[in-house]
């Protein structure tokens, strides 16, 4: 039997190479010693970036951007069948990990220094989620009320230029009063405002796909947009759903449109008078191959769609064990005297309508709620 251990360097840095996430290239390095000081670790690109502050934001102080990971991850336990989990972790500043709520983000408590041993689990990367923390002093005009307040923003990102050493992103802008997109590039460290197409002005939702960032707004207009600002219109979806959604899934943008059961309805979501989900039906849209246009989907197959606060993603039901697909699951705010008094999550089942409170479907909590993951936390 070939000794592995002895495999030439040179092997070892083509298959290094070819490997897209950190957490593949750590896996790679954990199978002996010989091979760890064969492979470098290459070093964490953007994890928490300074960002300069737009000409017009007079009450920024900061801006800083950070990722989060969502991972599925794989008892490998003997003796016993395997256990799957999606969990989010966020890597601070001195190095710890932390958990997260994988569609909220909202840290779970108990995992404070998360601890994950490669030689028990199999940990396989999902998708990255960006997010822009501000801190903003309000009050400046009454300075007995000033107060500095980190609010978080959901981005699109992209790393761009030869090495993938600098990047691009693009945010809802919020500064100015004047609505539209940001669009940052590392390069040029400078912020750009882009409202020349109305589907700018009211953004709700923004991704990044195939080298484009994307844009949907509330009434489904829709801009394609690169990193040199050339931008392209999609087709009009033409619709006033409460909330739009953009996630791949197979390789194809989708867009998913949440519709209120009747016109006002939004102030019924996660108040203290009404508590379930307050959404009707759910609608799905594929981008085309030319890009220029929606085209409805009816059924997703073996597809889950997992739909967060700040961003989105998709996962095979055949990889999470006793989930069925054709599935959404979406978290949506709770609220308490005005206050957000945490998230509530539900499963939606496409084919036949039926929803439900997440602890009715025991095995998506399960794979949400990792309490019996068994890992070190400090």
């Not at 290459?42 to 800083?64: A, C, E, G, V």
Request: glycine share 8%; with cysteine; proline share 5%.
């Amino acid at each position: 039997m070939a000794d592995w251990s002895q495999l030439p360097r040179d092997l070892l840095h083509l298959i290094a190479k070819r490997l897209k996430t950190r957490i593949d290239l750590l896996r790679l390095r954990s199978i002996c010693s010989s091979w760890r000081s064969s492979i470098a670790l290459t070093p964490k690109q953007h994890r928490h970036t300074p960002i300069p502050t737009t000409d017009d934001s007079k009450f920024i102080l900061s801006l800083d951007l950070s990722v989060h990971t969502v991972y599925l991850i794989e008892s490998q336990q003997e003796g016993s069948p395997p256990k799957r989990w999606l969990v989010k972790v966020f890597e601070d500043q001195h190095g710890r990990m932390h958990l997260l709520d994988p569609l909220s983000s909202s840290k779970v408590v108990g995992f404070d220094n998360l601890l994950l041993d490669l030689r028990e689990f199999k940990v396989f990367e999902l998708c990255q989620e960006h997010v822009l923390h501000r801190t903003a002093m309000y009050g400046v005009h009454e300075p007995w009320r000033s107060r500095p307040v980190v609010e978080v923003d959901k981005v699109a990102f992209m790393c761009v230029g030869p090495e993938n050493n600098d990047f691009a992103l693009v945010t809802p802008h919020r500064d100015g009063g004047g609505g539209g997109l940001a669009f940052f590039n590392s390069r040029i460290q400078q912020w750009i405002t882009i409202g020349s197409h109305p589907a700018t002005s009211s953004c709700i939702a923004v991704t990044h796909f195939e080298g484009k960032f994307y844009a949907v707004d509330t009434k489904g207009r829709t801009i394609s947009i690169d990193q040199f600002l050339d931008s392209k219109v999609v087709t009009n979806l033409g619709s006033d759903a409460y909330m739009k959604y953009l996630v791949e899934a197979g390789g194809e943008l989708l867009v998913v449109e949440a519709y209120l059961p009747f016109p006002n309805a939004e102030g019924l979501i996660g108040s203290e008078s009404h508590r379930g989900l307050c959404i009707d039906y759910f609608e799905v849209s594929k981008l085309n191959k030319e890009g220029d246009k929606w085209v409805k989907v009816n059924s997703l197959g073996d597809w889950v769609l997992f739909l967060g606060i700040y961003s989105s993603f998709s996962v095979l039901a055949s990889e999470l064990p006793g989930c069925k697909g054709n599935c959404i699951v979406v978290t949506q705010p709770r609220w308490k005297e005005f206050n957000l008094d945490g998230h509530d999550t539900y499963v939606v089942e496409l084919e036949s309508g039926r929803s439900g409170p997440l602890e009715n479907y025991p095995d998506f909590s399960k794979l949400l709620f990792p309490g019996d993951m068994g890992t070190s936390s400090t």
